[in-house]
């Protein structure tokens, strides 16, 4: 069982930078950052591949943010530039991966979310 709490979530202007933080219990090989917009599919954000060297990210965020990880705390950072009101959405980190990455239903354990929004 691994528990995740994100935090840093806020409200920030267009074209601004914020971060996120994900503390783990323990460790997990693969972690993510996920996103959600009310109605519609959780979207993969940035999926961590085990050893920290290979991150994929989404094509909407590409450029423009930045996953780490210190596996020695077992926490994850999810840093965000140049916001767009589109990356408005609750973010949530996962691990536990099972299956193929971006998929949300393949990751066992989740953070409660934090919302970011951002304003025009």
């Known amino acids: 069982q691994v528990q995740l709490v994100e935090s840093g979530g806020g409200s920030v202007e267009t074209g601004g930078s914020h971060i996120l933080s994900c503390a783990a219990s323990?460790?997990?090989?693969?972690m993510a950052w996920f996103r959600q917009v009310s109605g519609k599919e959780r979207e993969g954000v940035a999926i961590?591949?085990?050893?920290?060297?290979?991150?994929l990210y989404a094509d909407s965020v590409k450029g423009r943010f930045t996953a780490s990880r210190h596996s020695a705390n077992n926490t994850m950072f999810l840093h965000m530039n140049s916001l767009q009101p589109e990356d408005t959405a609750v973010y949530y980190c996962?691990?536990?991966?099972?299956?193929?990455?971006?998929?949300?239903?393949?990751?066992?354990?989740w953070g409660q979310g934090t919302q970011v929004t951002v304003s025009s």
């Open positions: 996962a691990a536990g991966l099972s299956g193929i990455a971006r998929l949300a239903q393949n990751w066992k354990y």
């Open positions: 961590i591949q085990p050893g920290t060297t290979h991150i």
């Open positions: 323990d460790y997990s090989p693969w």
